[in-house]
């Protein structure tokens, strides 16, 4: 089965593409503004630097120009990324080790320009308005600083932008906490009798679910009481005239001739049966009730059970703490399944083990095929019966859980066993079975 889309993923993965998406935004404005900051920023510089330079050649003389255009070299004409030119009427005059040696513009002109090779020049007329000064910077220099400056804001940003996502989806995974405790509470709640009460909500906006679940479960639990109701009432109209028919019955085996008492005789078992039947749908429909819990004798219970053919191996001191009506009900129909399996011989042995009552019936009938054991087990943990099983299971499952464990059927190498587990009644102040 494909798996559902999660709300926790999907706000996060909204979450984590919204804070990059903002980190990628932020660095391409903050490279923008870099950009032209850094220009802005290096023009000034080479503004700064032109007057500067050019009152130092302006006061040597032409035999010191050579040796102040060496001692200006000396200082920032040798940086990598600058340079300058003086060029006068002639021509080129000087330039620094890194300049061409073609005037970067083949005019004089005043203020910035744009020469070939990337350069970005500063042209500053001296004092004698014959020489020009060009004072310039490649653009590698510039493209270098802001680069520096945009991938530090875009390294920041990023980093702001996943601790953001981190921080985002720890938060959600908070907020949505409360709908995991829902999933818990909902789990433990239960409308029938006994009733268990669902949570309180702990988030406003999950009140209208709290409230929808809760009115679903009262409709539920009036549904369920109507339906047995009607069930118990149905169950009471058939015991009566069933009574009356197996005393006719009986009336008439005994008045019979001969030749008719085994046909009456099997149909007093039939109605025997039927009987038994009513009884466990009385005691079923009744379970939704509080347990009449009690010490019962094993043996003496049993005792008064119909078991006719099997024979029966119990423990004499076997004592058992449940209510007497729904295991009478569940017994009587795994011994009647017992009975139309073949079996000749019952053995019913109970121990207490990890909190629970265990009473086991392992009888010699013809048991069932492994295929057909293993898909009766899971029909009894999924409590899904109908059309899987009869109503022997069924209804011995469902006496099992109103004690608060359920039945199992523990493979045996040959017959058929059922396992009935009961937990020990809550309330009672000392256990009521012996240890």
Same mark, same amino acid.
């Not at 909204?14 to 903002?22: H, T």
């Not at 009506?325 to 009975?339: E, Q």
């Given at each position: 089965m494909k798996a559902l889309p999660t709300i926790r993923s999907r706000l996060t993965g909204? %979450?984590?593409?919204?804070?990059?998406?903002?980190g990628l935004g932020v660095s391409a404005a903050v490279w923008l503004a870099v950009? =032209?900051?850094?220009?802005?920023? @290096?023009?000034?510089? &080479?503004?700064? !630097?032109?007057?500067?330079?050019g009152r130092l #050649? =302006?006061?040597? +003389?032409?035999?010191?120009?050579?040796?102040? $255009?060496? !001692?200006?070299?000396?200082?920032?004409?040798?940086?990598?990324?600058? $340079?300058?030119? #003086?060029v006068g009427p002639g021509g080129l005059l000087l330039r620094s080790a890194r300049a061409p040696a073609q005037p970067w513009l083949p005019l004089p002109v005043t203020g910035f320009a744009d020469a070939a090779a990337g350069w970005r020049v500063y042209a500053l007329p001296l004092a004698d308005g014959r020489r020009t000064l060009y004072v310039a910077q490649t653009r590698d220099e510039r493209r270098e600083a802001a680069a520096e400056i945009a991938w530090a804001a875009v390294w920041s940003a990023l980093a702001?932008? %996943?601790l953001s996502a981190w921080w985002l989806q720890r938060r959600v995974r908070r907020e949505l906490q409360p709908l995991d405790d829902l999933a818990?509470?909902? *789990?433990?709640?239960?409308? &029938?009798?006994?009733?268990?009460? %669902? *949570?309180?909500?702990?988030?406003?906006? #999950?009140q209208p679910v709290h409230d929808a679940i809760e009115a679903l479960g009262e409709r539920l639990a009036r549904r369920v009481a109507n339906e047995r109701a009607f069930s118990a009432h149905s169950a009471h109209a058939l015991r009566t005239p069933l009574a009356g028919i197996d005393l006719q019955l009986a009336v008439a085996e005994r008045e019979a001739p001969p030749a008719l008492q085994p046909r009456l005789a099997r149909a007093r078992e039939a109605v025997t049966r039927l009987t038994r039947v009513v009884a466990a749908l009385l005691a079923l429909f009744r379970s939704g009730a509080e347990l009449q819990r009690r010490p019962i004798h094993l043996a003496s219970l049993l005792a008064r059970l119909p078991h006719e053919p099997l024979q029966l191996q119990v423990g *004499?001191? +076997?004592?058992? +703490?449940?209510?007497?009506? /729904?295991? =009478?009900?569940? @017994?009587?129909? /795994? %011994?009647?399944?017992?009975?139309?399996?073949?079996?000749?011989?019952l053995q019913v042995t109970w121990q207490a083990r990890d909190g629970l009552q265990r009473l086991r019936l392992h009888d010699d009938g013809r048991g069932a095929p492994p295929e057909r054991r293993a898909e009766l087990a899971r029909a009894l943990a999924d409590q899904a019966y109908e059309g899987r099983m009869g109503l022997g299971l069924m209804l011995a499952d469902l006496v099992a859980r109103a004690h608060g464990g359920e039945l199992t059927l523990p493979e045996v190498a040959q017959g058929f066993a059922a396992e009935l587990s009961l937990a020990p009644d809550p309330s009672a102040a000392t256990p009521a079975v012996p240890t």
């Open positions: 909204l %979450l984590v593409a919204v804070a990059l998406a903002w950009t =032209s900051e850094v220009d802005e920023l @290096l023009d000034e510089t &080479l503004q700064a !630097a032109a007057p500067v330079l #050649l =302006s006061l040597a +003389d032409g035999a010191d120009l050579t040796e102040a $255009a060496a !001692a200006i070299g000396e200082g920032a004409g040798q940086h990598e990324h600058f $340079a300058w030119q #003086l702001i932008a %996943l818990l509470a909902l *789990a433990r709640y239960e409308p &029938l009798p006994p009733a268990t009460a %669902l *949570a309180a909500p702990t988030r406003r906006e #999950l *004499a001191d +076997d004592v058992v +703490d449940a209510d007497e009506d /729904l295991l =009478s009900a569940a @017994l009587i129909n /795994l %011994l009647d399944n017992a009975v139309r399996h073949g079996a000749g011989t």
